[in-house]
């Protein structure tokens, strides 16, 4: 073997060694463990178990107590593990007490308003004892002042009504924006006879379509407010009949109506009141109530408009001749009619 050979042989096995040798080491090396998990703080965890808004089920808190428990009891298991000092535990649990989660509310946020009432100007305050009215509820009376101090909760929108049952009455709308925080004041001149009348419906249920037909005999009549609530009267005031096409040609039937126990007038002179009924012709008619008052001495004025029903129609319906079997139970039947006849007969 000659030299150069064997020297060439010497530099292979010696390069076979050092990459043998690199490889050797590198896998010695232990492999490089993967970064720890940030461990969430305890605040973190148990916002997550226990929003203050409404619990897991989402559902509001019924109290205070309730979100607090469940504080407690996620901080439970959060002692059992060595990532958590009992000193932040601790933190949190007094945190948990003294925060407003799970509690009530605040009361409704309320203004004063000062309603003054005046006698058609603003020269001539009210006496004591008008009726002060919010929304059509009775809230309280003015005072030698004329005036009255109530508490109106923001953001609402009041009708106001100040009332000398039977002498004068005025009204306002007021609004109160959600951000107010000042003491308001409304000034009411009582003047107008319009507004002297309550804020009440006349209402029937015995007139329908709207017909009344003239051999009627029972026949009843009374107000209500927005509500439906009824409004009973204990003086019925005046009752006519009025054609809306001759007004001047009304009749006068107060006498045929009584109150009754409910406070409404019901009709007790049936012969009397359909007499009325064939002198006001074929045209719409007016029912009208006026100057009836309540027990507190309120006005109460309105009327109900209707056809005076003098003929009954009926008729069969029968299945054409080209469909002799065709079924007809169900079937809607819809009429028309002209309010005003074509000619008298």
């Not at 001539?124 to 508490?151: F, H, K, R, S």
């Not at 100040?162 to 009411?188: F, H, K, M, N």
């Not at 026949?219 to 009752?239: E, I, M, N, Q, W």
Request: with cysteine.
């Amino acid at each position: 073997m000659s030299k150069m050979h064997e020297k060439n042989t010497w530099k292979t096995l010696l390069c076979k060694f050092l990459i043998l040798s690199f490889l050797l080491v590198y896998a010695a090396v232990p492999a490089r463990a993967a970064p720890p998990e940030t461990t969430p703080t305890v605040s973190a965890v148990v916002a997550e178990a226990c929003p203050c808004s409404r619990n897991s089920s989402g559902e509001a808190w019924k109290n205070h107590g309730q979100y607090v428990a469940c504080v407690s009891h996620a901080l439970q298991q959060l002692t059992q593990q060595e990532d958590y000092s009992r000193r932040e535990v601790q933190a949190t649990t007094v945190e948990a007490a003294r925060s407003e989660c799970g509690k009530e509310t605040a009361a409704e946020q309320t203004v004063p308003v000062t309603i003054a009432a005046f006698y058609e100007s603003l020269e001539a305050p009210a006496q004591a004892g008008a009726q002060v009215y919010v929304d059509g509820a009775q809230v309280g009376e003015t005072d030698a002042a004329g005036q009255l101090v109530i508490d109106l909760p923001v953001g609402g929108d009041y009708a106001i009504r100040v009332v000398e049952p039977a002498l004068v009455a005025g009204q306002t709308q007021l609004a109160v924006p959600a951000d107010a925080t000042y003491p308001y004041r409304v000034d009411i001149v009582m003047d107008s006879e319009e507004q002297l009348l309550e804020p009440a419906l006349l209402v029937s249920q015995d007139i329908t379509g709207p017909i009344l037909p003239v051999d009627t005999s029972v026949l009843r009549v009374g107000f209500v407010d927005d509500s439906g609530g009824a409004r009973p009267l204990v003086d019925k005031g005046y009752v006519d009949l009025v054609p809306l096409k001759q007004p001047d040609a009304k009749r006068e039937v107060t006498g045929a109506f009584t109150l009754n126990a409910e406070g409404a007038l019901e009709l007790t002179d049936a012969n009397a009141f359909r007499s009325a009924l064939y002198a006001m012709g074929l045209s719409e008619v007016a029912l009208r109530v006026s100057s009836a008052r309540d027990a507190a001495n309120r006005i109460y004025g309105g009327e109900l408009r209707f056809y005076v029903g003098r003929y009954l129609v009926t008729g069969h319906l029968n299945a054409p001749p080209s469909n002799p079997d065709l079924p007809l139970a169900g079937l809607t039947v819809t009429a028309t009619y002209l309010p005003d006849p074509v000619c008298e007969t």
